[in-house]
């Protein structure tokens, strides 16, 4: 997030310092010579562990999981590539495929990364966003926070950019499709307070035209929409770059969002990618929230990892236990607002069911549910699957349901489910469960089988795993 000064940020500087000295052979060259322009920051995706800038290179870095960000780490004018994993930055100075070069602690696992120039020495500084209290640090290396303060809300997603163009970065929040950017590091009012974009949308910042202040912009599916002033308005530019389910981010920022693994992309999980003895514990949310404190008090008891699946109308009804389970660590999916058949619904009526309950569960927890997202019923096909692929969501679905659910009256009982599971153990395997008790004989089968479920398996040689490990 450099301004001109000092030089231009480029992903191929040296090129493009010799595509300038041949333009000024030109008539350019009769008069005074140009203001040194900052050379545009340049739209980047990442799919799995590929990265590419558009019009440049591609290479690959870091794992899956990873979160990606660019930066000049060494001021040299180039962005280069970063990632941070569970509180670690790994740095690499060169756009090109290799191993990190520089690696340091900064944060701690689920804070959101953050890049930019906070003390306008021409290196890009690191931060971490934690809910909505801001740690940012200027040399690149373990330490306490260069800057300490609040600013948006829990459920907002961090962006930032030099908003002033003054060579030091700012700071940001999107909230649905309003940006509020602030100049200052610091606890204060927005200096910008606008609305650009669609609920949903993916947001990407930027010095798009080379002024040497920010911009902003949307990636939708896979068009991107990019505005040079900080305002309402119009996309300054628009075009198509990647595909459905591509992490956007640009050469001067953090990636937002996640992008969906393209093992999942136009199809769904079965069972996690590998061949590891792993289980994938996953519990759904749409009914009731009876059996939560029993199913929390288990996983808690035994150190489990599992992933929830909340449907937007459970999380507004026991908002206290949707954070109970963000508080406790566990990741939290997508089970769109109201549980209905998707396969029924239009494309409109899709989008928008998985889009406000992704909203929702932000507001309510804090937590960023992309890409995880399972079809209520299970119902799906390849027009819906491709609506949420476009909406940055992959289809998690099971390989075991314990039917649970269907409760005592139903025939099942603790033994049913724990036989289930038993039966269908296999490297990879993904468990569905629930949360509710039965809506009439009261029962909470899943709950009561989980202690001796953990235990067999375990007994198996198998451990457990969120879903966030495969991200
Ligand atoms: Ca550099
Ligand atoms: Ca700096
Ligand atoms: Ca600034």
């Not at 136009?266 to 003895?277: C, D, K, Q, V």
Request: proline residues 6%.
């Amino acid at each position: 997030m450099r301004a001109q000064r000092g030089g231009k940020r480029s992903w191929l500087s040296r090129a493009g310092g010799v595509a300038l000295a041949a333009l000024l052979v030109g008539p350019v060259a009769a008069g005074a010579p140009p203001a040194a322009a900052a050379t545009p920051d340049q739209p980047v995706l990442v799919r799995d562990r590929t990265w590419s800038v558009r019009g440049g290179p591609s290479f690959a870095f870091g794992r899956t999981g990873d979160v990606q960000v660019m930066g000049d780490w060494n001021g040299d004018g180039t962005a280069t590539p970063g990632v941070f994993r569970d509180g670690r930055w790994h740095l690499r100075n060169r756009l090109a495929t290799g191993a990190t070069e520089l690696s340091f602690t900064f944060g701690r696992a689920g804070d959101v990364p953050v890049v930019g120039d906070w003390d306008g020495d021409g290196r890009d500084g690191v931060g971490v966003v934690r809910r909505a209290r801001w740690l940012l640090r200027d040399p690149l290396s373990a330490g306490p926070a260069s800057h300490d303060f609040t600013y948006g809300r829990i459920g907002d997603v961090p962006v930032t950019g030099d908003w002033n163009g003054n060579g030091r970065t700012g700071i940001g929040v999107v909230r649905n499709n309003r940006w509020l950017l602030r100049n200052a590091r610091s606890a204060g009012a927005p200096n910008h307070d606008f609305r650009f974009g669609n609920v949903g949308d993916v947001p990407v910042t930027g010095d798009w035209n080379g002024t040497g202040r920010s911009g902003v912009g949307v990636v939708r599916g896979r068009s991107w929409y990019l505005r040079n002033p900080l305002s309402a308005g119009a996309a300054s530019q628009s075009f198509a770059f990647g595909a459905c389910g591509d992490a956007p981010l640009s050469t001067g920022s953090a990636r937002t969002e996640p992008g969906v693994p393209t093992s999942m992309r136009g199809t769904e999980w079965t069972r996690l990618p590998t061949s590891e003895r792993v289980v994938a514990l996953t519990f759904d949310a749409g009914a009731n929230a009876d059996a939560l404190p029993s199913i929390l008090r288990t996983l808690r008891n035994t150190g489990t990892p599992a992933t929830f699946f909340l449907t937007g109308d459970w999380v507004t009804e026991f908002p206290a236990q949707a954070r109970a389970i963000a508080a406790a660590g566990h990741p939290i999916g997508n089970h769109t607002v109201s549980h209905p058949d998707l396969t029924t619904r239009s494309d409109t009526e899709v989008r928008s069911q998985v889009v406000r309950a992704d909203r929702t569960i932000r507001a309510a927890t804090g937590v960023d549910p992309r890409p995880w997202f399972r079809f209520p019923f299970g119902a799906r096909d390849a027009r819906t699957i491709g609506i949420v692929n476009c909406t940055n969501y992959g289809s998690v679905r099971w390989t075991v349901d314990t039917l649970g659910w269907q409760g005592t009256s139903g025939g099942q009982s603790k033994a049913t489910v724990t036989r289930r599971v038993l039966d269908t153990l296999q490297p990879g395997q993904i468990v569905l469960m629930h949360v509710g008790s039965h809506p009439r004989d009261r029962s909470m089968l899943d709950a009561a089988a989980l202690p001796d479920v953990i235990a067999r398996i375990e007994a198996r040689g198998y451990r457990f795993v969120d879903l966030d490990d495969y991200r």
